[in-house]
Every structure is written in C-alpha cells, then in structure tokens.
C-alpha cells in the first residue's frame, strides 16, 4: 500500500590541504513524497557480468545512495539494464554516489573485475517531488 513520506537529506564535505589550507560546504533538502510505494535498504553482493537489482522500475523516480564496499573493484551503477547509454556512475573502492534520478528505469549494479558489495537507501519519488 503506498505511504506519503518526508526524505530529509544532508550532506558535507571538506578537504584540507597540507599546507593548511580547509574549504567546506554542507547542504540539506527536505522533500515531500505521496504515494510511495518503494524504500529498500541493505548490502547486496553484485557480480561481473550479471545485474544486481538494487531498486525496482519506480513510478517517477528515485532518491539514491549507493557505496562501494569492496577493497579493489569499481562497482557500476545503471538505470535499467547494463549498458554504456543508462551507465549512472562508476565507483572505485570506497566511493560512494548520492543522487535524484526522474526515470522509471530499475537501478541495477555490477562489479567490474570482481564481485563487489555495493550498500544502499532509494526511496521511491512522485510525480511532484
């Protein structure tokens, strides 16, 4: 049954240099989403060759978290089947990709060399959002 919800997201980063040198910046967004049908969270095991399903096909879109858990491997993340055209990004160890994806396409993963677990939140998004 679907569920109205509301996503609050933050972000910050910083990067200092070793000449003392700092920059950051934060961010936050709060979101009201009706009618959601979808919210899966969790570690899932993605091989080479084959898609992981990390979010089935939305109605609208989806908001999207997705790390790289693996010590070696690059993971890619796609919206749809595995191809260079719906290819969303390419993670190398330890990265991590936060993002608002407007498509019905299910987000699919795969390791690139190696198996790689991939951890990550979606929530489904409506049409307003």
């Known amino acids: 049954m679907a569920q109205n919800y509301t996503f609050t997201g933050s972000l910050t980063m910083t990067a200092n240099s070793a000449t003392g040198y700092s920059a950051s910046m934060s961010g936050a967004t709060t979101i009201n989403i009706t009618g959601v049908d979808q919210i899966a969270s969790g570690r899932i095991d993605c091989a080479t060759g084959s898609d992981a399903t990390i979010m089935a096909a939305p109605g609208h879109g989806r908001i999207l978290y997705v790390k790289n858990m693996d010590d070696t491997s690059s993971l ?44 990550y939140f979606a929530v489904e998004i409506d049409s307003a959002a």
């Open 76 to 119: 890619e993340i796609y919206e749809g089947a595995s191809s260079d055209n719906d290819l969303i990004g390419v993670l190398k160890p330890g990265e991590f990709l936060f993002t608002i994806i407007r498509g019905t396409g299910a987000t699919t993963a795969r390791g690139t060399s190696n198996t790689v677990t991939a951890e």
